[in-house]
């Protein structure tokens, strides 16, 4: 995709601090870094976010997401880390190509996720694993 930014660091069309890179995924820091270390998990095949990941790619950058968050760990010693992933607009994605955030965090840091817990009725949650169970299925 030529109007995709991470299309062009994987293409070394722009700059990047990149980490690590192997066959289909590459690793490099957040320009927009929340705190010291996040870095930014990314397929290099321009896929849109997680609907269109194929088994094999999906691996690969759960591999690589949990080597880096290995490294960023031994490297700035967080007492916590956050492994986050937007797809839509909805869900906070600004960049539209498959990327996951790997973020080292500190008490008190500001970055706040807001989780409206509803606690809904037994039946509903067993009603909506239905649902899943049947898409599932459905390949
Ligand atoms: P999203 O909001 O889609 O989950 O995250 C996109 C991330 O990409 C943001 O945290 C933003 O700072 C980062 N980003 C956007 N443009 C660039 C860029 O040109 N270079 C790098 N390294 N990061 C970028
Ligand atoms: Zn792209």
Redesign the pocket.
């Known amino acids: 995709m030529t109007d995709c930014?991470f299309c062009k660091?994987v293409e070394r069309k722009?700059p990047?601090s990149v980490v690590y890179e192997d066959g289909e995924t590459i690793a490099?820091?957040?320009?927009?870094a929340v705190n010291p270390g996040h870095t930014?998990v990314v397929a290099k095949p321009h896929v849109e976010n997680v609907f269109g990941l194929d088994d094999t790619l999906a691996a690969r950058l759960a591999q690589t997401t949990a080597r880096v968050a290995r490294a960023v760990q031994r490297a700035f010693q967080p007492p916590g880390m956050s492994v986050y992933q937007?797809n839509g607009v909805p869900a906070?994605?600004?960049?539209m190509h498959y990327?996951v955030?790997v973020v080292p965090r500190w008490e008190k840091d500001g970055m706040d996720l807001v989780w409206p817990v509803k606690n809904p009725p037994r039946e509903e949650l067993a009603a909506n694993a239905e649902k899943i169970k049947a898409a599932l299925a459905a390949g």
């Open positions: 930014v660091i722009i990047a490099f820091m957040d320009i927009g930014l937007a906070g994605q600004t960049v990327h955030h």
